[in-house]
């Protein structure tokens, strides 16, 4: 890891800087990870949406506010957890007033990784919980399938767990009520696991 520990609050001041790809060119600003400087548990997600570019804080648009309802019901107070993205920032097309989301590629994600590395290296988790096919691949340095990896604590070459699940998008994207409902619950499911790492002798 080429990671310096620095301070959360220096390592949000370099980032805010960051030219390491084009991304920066079109978004409004890094939207670096927030949480408690030393959180047990640090939850990854794909990259700012239209909102977190706006707001400068990940996760408080739709996919925030699903996070959040599931969060809530897996025992987990999201203030006690540091939330991130593996891409810092906002991705998308214009549409007429609309920006659209666009995924991110690899090139993408190996140059901001350096971002999670740090993060990663200050904070220090027990456990980091990745939210999708975007957050996995930065997480474990390589794709990893969701599906076969997901709901099961793994043990990582730099001293963490980490578990793998979906993204809450996934759940906002499905358009049948029964199998939304399903992998909510699933969902949920998996954040429970995460909720199991949360101790209460580590100050955060
Ligand atoms: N989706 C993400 O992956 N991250 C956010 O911060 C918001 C939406």
């Given at each position: 890891m080429t990671a310096s520990p620095l301070s959360l609050p220096r390592l949000r001041e370099e980032a805010a800087g960051c030219r390491a790809c084009h991304l920066w060119k079109n978004a409004t600003q890094t939207v670096f990870g927030e949480g408690p400087a030393h959180a047990q548990v640090m939850l990854v997600g794909e990259q700012p949406g239209d909102?977190?570019?706006?707001?400068?804080?990940?996760?408080?648009?739709?996919?925030g506010q699903m996070?959040?309802?599931?969060?809530?019901e897996a025992g987990i107070d999201r203030g006690k957890v540091y939330v991130t993205n593996a891409v810092k920032h906002f991705k998308f097309v214009p549409r007429g007033k609309i920006r659209l989301h666009q995924k991110p590629n690899t090139p993408e994600i190996r140059a901001c990784r350096q971002w999670y590395e740090r993060e990663l290296a200050t904070v220090r988790p027990t456990l980091v919980v990745?939210?999708?096919?975007?957050?996995?691949q930065s997480v474990f340095g390589r794709i990893t399938p969701i599906n076969k990896n997901r709901g099961r604590l793994i043990e990582t070459n730099d001293g963490h767990k980490a578990l793998v699940t979906v993204h809450p998008s996934y759940l906002l994207r499905l358009p049948e009520a029964d199998a939304r409902a399903r992998e909510y619950e699933r969902f949920v499911d998996d954040l429970k696991i995460a909720a199991t790492q949360l101790t209460h002798d580590k100050a955060a």
């Open positions: 909102k977190e570019d706006l707001a400068g804080k990940p996760f408080v648009g739709p996919a996070l959040d309802r599931a969060l809530k990745a939210m999708g096919a975007t957050a996995a």
